[in-house]
Nanobody
Framework: QVQLVESGGGLVQPGGSLRLSCVASGIISSIYTMGWYRQAPGKQRELVAIITISSTTNYADSVKGRFSISRDIAKNTVYLQMNSLKPEDTAVYYC?????????WGQGTQVTVSS
């Protein structure tokens, strides 16, 4: 059974940092394109960042220069380092694994940026 388990969310002040983790089980995450998506209340889910099997990364324009996605193959884990957080970054963040016709999602972790 495939599971993606996110952690690391929470409440942070504007300008602060958080690091999200996504631990994969049931798949070898290094052969999947791994991504982070987010969904704010009343909005559609949107792509935040992805990392391909060749470790190429891509980011939404709104987070470029502030967020960084990385992977630890040995730990089967993908991270999202989020710096200089803004209130508009508030959302539920979801981990995603995609390979050909296979797509998996985690349950999400809440990130709230507020003073």
């Amino acid at each position: 059974q495939v599971q993606l388990v996110e952690s690391g969310g929470g409440l942070v002040q504007p300008g602060g940092s958080l690091r999200l983790s996504c631990v994969a089980s049931g798949i070898i995450s290094s052969i999947y394109t791994m991504g982070w998506y987010r969904q704010a209340p009343g909005k559609q889910r949107e792509l935040v960042a992805i990392i391909t099997i060749s470790s190429t990364t891509n980011y939404a324009d709104s987070v470029k220069g502030r967020f960084s996605i990385s992977r630890d193959i040995a730990k089967n884990t993908v991270y999202l380092q989020m710096n200089s957080l803004k209130p508009e970054d508030t959302a539920v963040y979801y981990c995603n694994a995609a390979r050909r016709a296979e797509i998996y999602w985690g349950q999400g972790t809440q990130v709230t940026v507020s003073s």
